[in-house]
């Protein structure tokens, strides 16, 4: 025998089904007025500084097929790298946003402020990047991923650069497609698959 | 201004715990489950910041699923029940301050979601979805109906045992959450192929909600506990400083 060890093991997850939305997004689900102000409904208040910018894309699964049921999160940074809450913040930037993909279309839109680099422990320096997390039905465990910016110099950052297959790296980049507009797909299996992370 | 103290990247997360992210028993996981495997890392500023919910979006009603779709008019049909517990993480500590959203079907089974076409009936009374912050112990409590079973086109005749979905924040992004609460002594849990995505049983235990009557009120409601465990932080001597916190 040894010492017990004082850890208790995290609850484990469980798929957020296909009725996510009466609880997270109530709107969305068609139950209006079930809160008076919902959680995550924009990212930035009017009077953000930086350029604002606008994301689309779909969740698509193994056969091709866009998810019309994903709800996704983003957490990010200002446009100077600083998080809400941490010193020096931009208090127009919340940081946190939920949205899904259009029950017709699938496709999903963010409307943010472009973050700016961030640096962590040790001095990392990380390249712009907003942080995803996907729940869907058929999803057991929310899917961990960034988007970074094909306009940005992400030759350094050191989540890009632990990509062994260099073409991968490209599933996290979203694409310009005008002013202020990218394109960001998500592909959960298969061809393109994107890289998801534990982190 | 004061420099705040690194608490240490998260524990990373031991996936042993959790539900694989293919399980054919489950059918809608076999074409939405990653083949490749997840790219680990260390947690960083982005994981570990996250966002914080302020009292005063939170309506008086929010934690009370009996009332708040009436807007206290009229209650809910259905077994009356409290289901509370505590947020901690792994390392035992209370997570305070923390936002709690729950969503469920009615007494009936039946989901008040557009694409939800079940023949139990709606009940007028009911929205199903409930949402608190936990105290400075990581409490938290809500006030609702205890709901029904329902069938789901999975297999030729699956069935979900009583359930609630949860979903918790913590305070660092990485520790983000959803999971389910079941009920102490549904015999529908062992037949459920969601339930048995989780392959330890200890972990599956870990979300049946003991009935709990000390926290029940005579006359009144009985009362479930569900405790929630998030990923913990590796808080030690020998971490380097994070920059900016």
Redesign the interface.
Known sequence: MVQKL???????????????????M?TY???AG????E??ESPINEGAVGEIIEITGEVI???G?T?R?ALL?S???DAK???????GADPKV???CRFAAD?ESGRYTLRTVKPGP???????R?AP?I?L?I??????????T?IYFEDEDNSKDP?LA??EQRPRVQTLIAKKTGPGRYRFDIR???EG??????? | ?AELA?LG?LI????E?????F?PG???????????P??????????E?????GHS?F?AL?NNLIL??SKGAAPAIGERILMHGRV?????RAVPNT?V???QANAGGR??????GYLAPLDPNF???G?TLTDEQGRYQFLTVRPGAYPWPNRGNDWRPMHI?V?VFGHS??Q?????MYFEGDPLIDRCP??A??K?R???D??VAPLDMAMSRPLDFLAYKFD?????RRQTMF???????
């Open positions: 004082d850890i208790f093991p995290e609850s484990a997850s469980q798929t957020a089904g296909p009725y996510v939305h009466i609880g997270l109530p689900a068609g139950n079930a809160y008076e102000h959680i995550g699964d193994g056969t097929w998810l049921d999160e957490w990010q940074p790298g600083i998080f809400p809450g941490q010193p919340s940081g946190h029950a961030v640096t962590g422990r040790g001095g990392q990380f990047h942080s997390w729940v869907a039905r058929g999803i057991n465990i929310g899917l961990q960034r989540l632990r990509i959960l299996q298969g698959e994107t890289v998801f992370l534990d982190i | 201004m690194d990247p990373p997360r031991n996936r715990m959790h539900p694989d992210a399980d489950y059918k809608t996981s076999v074409t939405r489950s990653p083949h490749w997840l790219l680990s890392l260390e947690s960083g500023p982005s994981e910041t996250g966002p914080t919910f979006k309506g929010d708040n779709w901690i993480d792994e390392t035992g936002l959203e729950i969503w989901y008040r979601h557009k694409k939800d929205g199903g979805c949402r979905h979903s992004f990485g983000r959450l959803i999971t389910q969601i339930a995505t989780i330890n200890a972990q599956l870990g979300l929630i465990v998030l990923r913990g971490e380097n400083k994070l920059e900016g916190m």
